[in-house]
C-alpha cells in the first residue's frame, strides 16, 4: 500500500515581471509532483532553474501565478510551522545560544519553558550536539550551525522539512559527513524531506526520488527512482550501481546545463547593450 500524499503540486508556474519593463519573466512552468508521506525527494536542476523560487513558493513566501500547493490537502497561503525550512546560510540568530535557537519555534507555539528545553536538548542529541546547547553560534563549526538549523526546523515538528542546498557552503568532507546524518536523522523521525541542490551525487545519495528540473523556466522534466543499498554498502557512492543513476541524472541534466549557460550569457549580453545606450 503506497503512502499518502503529503504535498502536492500541480501546474505551478511563476512569474516575475522585469523591472522597468511591460514584460515579465517566467521563472517555473506547469510544476507538477508529489512528495509521499515520509518521502526524501530531491530537486536538481541547472542554475536558474527556478530552484530557490520554488522554495518560496513552498514556504509561502511567495504565491504561484497559477496552479496549487497543497500541504495534506490544504492549500499553502503563507508560512506556517507546519514547514521547516534550512537554507544555506544558517540564519541563526547571534545572540542566542544553540539550545534557544532551537527553542526559537517552539516559543512561537507557546511552549512553556521547561519543556522547550527538553524538547531542545533531544534535539541536539537527535543531531550529535550534546553537550554544545550553550554554545553560540560563533563558537560553532559550520557544519555544527548548520546541525543547530536543522535541529531548530525539527523540534517544532514540522510536517514537512523543505532544505535549500544547505550544505552548499561547506567542505566536501563535512558535506559528506552532514549528508550521512541526515539520513540517520530521516529514518528516526520519519519525516517528509523535499531537498534541493544543483550537486548530482548528492541528489543521488540523499533521494528516494529525484525530480530533474529543466533550464528557465523550469520543469519537471524527468522523475528517478532510486533504489541504493545506502545502509549495506558502507562505500556506495563508489559502486557501480551509484555511477549508473548519476549518469543518467547527468545525461538528463547535460542539455539543460547548456541551454541555462546560453541564457545567462544572453542575459549578461543584453544588459551590455541596455548599458552602452544610457
Do not use: C
Not at 519573466?25 to 530552484?51: H, Y
Not at 550536539?129 to 554554545?135: E, I, P, S, V
Not at 538528463?252 to 549557460?261: H, I, K, P, T, W
Amino acid at each position: 500500500m503506497s503512502a499518502a500524499v503529503k504535498l502536492a503540486l500541480s501546474g505551478v508556474r511563476k512569474e516575475f515581471p522585469i523591472r522597468g519593463e511591460r514584460a515579465s519573466f517566467t521563472a517555473i512552468e506547469d510544476i507538477t509532483v508529489d512528495v509521499r508521506e515520509g518521502e526524501f525527494l530531491v530537486l536538481v536542476g541547472p542554475s536558474g532553474s527556478g530552484k530557490s523560487t520554488l522554495l518560496d513558493l513552498l514556504g509561502g513566501l511567495t504565491k504561484p501565478t497559477t496552479g496549487q500547493i497543497l500541504l495534506d490537502g490544504a492549500p499553502i497561503t503563507g508560512p506556517g510551522l507546519d514547514r521547516g525550512i534550512v537554507f544555506q546560510q544558517y540564519a541563526l540568530l547571534p545572540w542566542r545560544t544553540a539550545r534557544t535557537n532551537i527553542e526559537f519555534g517552539l516559543e512561537a507555539k507557546k511552549i512553556r519553558k521547561r519543556e522547550r528545553q527538553q524538547i531542545a536538548e533531544h534535539y541536539l542529541e537527535l543531531v550529535g550536539l550534546a553537550g554544545f546547547g550553550d554554545r553560540y553560534p560563533h563558537e560553532l563549526s559550520g557544519g555544527m550551525k548548520q546541525r543547530v538549523a536543522i535541529a531548530r526546523s525539527l523540534a517544532f515538528d514540522p510536517e514537512v522539512l523543505l532544505m535549500d542546498e544547505p550544505f552548499a557552503a561547506l567542505d566536501a568532507q563535512t558535506r559528506e559527513s552532514l549528508q550521512d546524518e541526515l539520513l540517520r536523522i530521516w529514518r528516526a523521525t520519519g519525516k517528509t524531506i523535499l531537498f534541493i541542490t544543483h550537486g548530482i551525487d548528492e541528489a543521488v545519495y540523499l533521494g528516494q526520488r529525484v525530480a530533474v528540473l529543466t533550464s528557465r523556466p523550469g520543469r519537471v522534466k524527468a522523475v528517478v527512482d532510486i533504489d541504493l543499498d545506502r545502509e549495506g554498502d558502507p562505500d556506495i557512492r563508489s559502486s557501480e550501481s551509484f555511477r549508473e543513476v548519476r549518469h543518467h541524472i547527468w545525461s538528463l541534466l547535460r542539455d539543460e546545463v547548456a541551454r541555462a549557460q546560453g541564457q545567462e550569457a544572453a542575459a549578461i549580453a543584453a544588459t551590455d547593450r541596455r548599458s552602452s545606450h544610457v
